[in-house]
């Protein structure tokens, strides 16, 4: 790792261990340009030159006459608006006359040991000897406006963090009306771009597709991440699979409004701009005011996707996740929500307790319900008193009880709503997000708070607190089930509205933080109607997100591998349900729900007393399973064997133990078919001199792990493969534990 300027070349060089990236200064109007993004670069000598400024169009240091088309080819690290580049801008601001033109050019720069933080927002972090950073500051004269383009590297991961602080230093107002994190100019060597798209229950299913000439997007304006487009976008050299070619991954710490966008244009380069969303955007600038922009992640990998998942669960887990829980074992929750959804009271939850507890598990989580006049979803959000009348003696005494029995207890909150029918909406109507004049559209019947008001933030959090204050609670679920609609703050001047989306989920941010300031042992868990916030802005609060409403062990596949990509493991939230499952009314076996929740966090979500006698058998089983491999799933190296969404027939990974002695295998054939031979799988990872021996994970009795007698060298297990048995019906699954034999 490292970062230096080569002041004979103009070039700044920052090294992560595996890749260098090249920015240049062009001419002496200090144009900052991308030089080179890729495999590590030891000698960088004559590298400018992949700038172009030896040939036409000149800069215009050399020829002045075409300095339009010199703009607009010129490989900016940060494009300009209105003056000549036709691509797509990273920054528009608005000046005093109306007029929104930018350019943004060289002044100076520093560089230091360390990153620095994010004022409130979530981003990467790094001590001294963990990370590096560049800040080169950019000055538009005319405008008054100076950016520090900030980029980071670390030292164990192949990553560029980039972001953007702008600074008004002229006398004048200024609207910022697009703030892009970053943009990166480079040359396609036709590319294809994966992407991740889907709905509620549907969350983040591939699609790969050539990346082709004009503007091709993902981008959500609905307040949040969303189920619909993930942010995160990846460009794979022709050829490109799971363990070769080139691939530059795109992220996002940030889980509003984004856009992340590829184009191609006539000289058939390719320009990614990402950050917050431009429309409904703007931002006032007054003399001596700053904007942080949230921070955008660069990966390059050059051993296909497979080197990105890996550099991205290494930057998630080493430098953005914050939670104690991260190396520590989540405790086996049950859920009531699909047990009960609004239908229990505390007799109800006692029985799920006692059952629970003489199964292994280890925590009830309450979900939503306990709450006010919260008999179903149309109402009391907002009114975070206990409903003494379903939870008869009070959440004191229920929590005591559950404790009693060994188990934890959990709670699920929705602060940022509020219901129509609530308290709150009685005595502050404005709270609501309204456009003045206009009844706000309602989904799920509820409301969003404006939470870009501190007195709003303030009420809330304080009956959170006395909530969590009142009771053993050691685990939060914080949940958000509707988009943002109506964007009006009665808070806010009208030249400011356009600043609401973006204050939200800095207000959200504020109370996310306040919450596990306030209670720092606490487990959170986001949650957005499933996984419609599941991004690397909210793994800052929480060490884990529920990953979709859809628990369907066969829908999982596509979900989790997907997520999986990108974050680790360990993030995401998964549980055993009951089928006929809720969401596709699907059959599976109850061995297949608890290999596929072994996964994620693992846990249930189920009424555990009136699972049959032979799925109860089972839950120790599971839970058995869950202590003896919770470490190696949450702190193993992940790797995909299989995708399920490209073969449409089974699923396949690998999760590598961090000390080398254990591997598991995880298998899922979705259907079974006549007449078909074993499948071999190569694996991943392995030491290719070692031996392994192969045990089955078992549930069939107390004896977890089933010797098979099989023993392969890493050699044979990686270059020529593990026989996978064809499992005896549908939707069946398997998990093998490799042993490496000592010598
Ligand atoms: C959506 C969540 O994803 C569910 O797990 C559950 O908590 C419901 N909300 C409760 O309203």
Redesign the pocket.
Known sequence: MGIAYLKEQRLFKLDTPGTTYLMGLADREGFLGHVYYGRKLEDVKGAEELMRTVEGPFTPEKNNRDRSSFLDCFPWEYSSHGVGDFRESSVRVKDGNGCSAVLLTYLSHEIYKGKRPLEGLPATFGGEGEAETLEILCEDKSLGLRAVLSYSVFGDTDVIARSVRFENVGGGELYLEKAMSFCMDMDNPGFDVLTLHGSWARERHMERKPLGHGKFSVSTLRGETSHQEHCFMALLSPGADQDKGEVYGFQLVYSGNFLMQAEVNQFDSVRVTAGIHPEDFSWRLGPGESFQTPEGILTYSGEGLGGMTSSLHKLYRKHLIRSPYLHRKRPILI?N??ATYFDFNEQKLLDIARESAALGIEMLVM???WFGNRYD?NRALGDWKVNEEKLKGGLGKLVEQVNALGLKFGI?F?PEMISGESELYRQHPDWALAVPGRTPTLARNQYVLDISRKEVRDSIMEQVFAVLHSANIEYV?W?M?RPLTDLGSAALPAERQGELYHRYVLGMYEMQERLITEFPNLLLEN????GGRFDPGMLYYSPQI?C??DTDAIERLAIQESTAMIYPLSAMGAHVSVCPNHTVGRNTPFETRGFVALAGTFGY?LDITKLSAEDREMVPRQTAMYHRFHDLVREGDYYRISSYQENHAFDCFQVNGPDGKEALVFYTQVLNEPNRRSRIVRLKGLEKDARYRVQVVSMEDDELLKDTGREFSGQVLMYGGLRLERLWGDFRSQILCLRRVEP
């Open positions: 859920n929500w699909e979900d939503d319900g979803d699920w929705e679920k949940d089930n949650c957005s109607g499933g529920w979709s409403d979500e």
